[in-house]
């Protein structure tokens, strides 16, 4: 079992960074392929980034790349989320999400884990 609880959404502007975190409980958590997902009013679920074990492996939206970081510290069993030049349309609640396998964790139906979201909202 994995719990996941994210922190650090908020209401920011146009060209404002935020970094979200993921605290996770569980012994297996550096065993976990780990990631972001977020679903706006109306929407699915969409992939934003993934990590692998290590961090040696990162995937992005092709909407974020360039602008978002993801990263974990598996001593801490966290993992996080640098956004920088957000923008209106990363309006979100963003849920982090924890998958065993990397191709899982590209689609909402693939993930084991899920933390119960914060909400993002970027003013233009």
């Known amino acids: 079992q994995v719990q996941l609880v994210e922190s650090g959404g908020g209401l920011v502007q146009a060209g404002d960074s935020l970094r979200l975190s993921c605290a996770a409980s569980?012994?297996?958590?550096?065993?976990?392929?780990m990631g972001w997902f977020r679903q706006a009013p109306g929407k699915e679920r969409d992939f934003v980034a993934a990590?692998?074990?290590?961090?040696?492996?990162?995937m992005y939206a092709d909407s974020v790349k360039g602008r978002f970081t993801i990263s974990r510290d598996n001593t801490k069993n966290t993992v996080y989320l640098q956004m920088n030049g957000l923008k209106p349309e990363d309006t979100a609640v963003y849920y982090c999400a924890a998958a065993a396998t990397l191709a899982s964790m590209r689609r909402a139906g693939g993930v084991d884990y899920w933390g119960k979201g914060t909400l993002v909202t970027v003013s233009s």
């Open positions: 990590i692998g074990w290590s961090g040696g492996i990162r």
């Open positions: 569980g012994r297996t958590f550096s065993s976990y392929y």
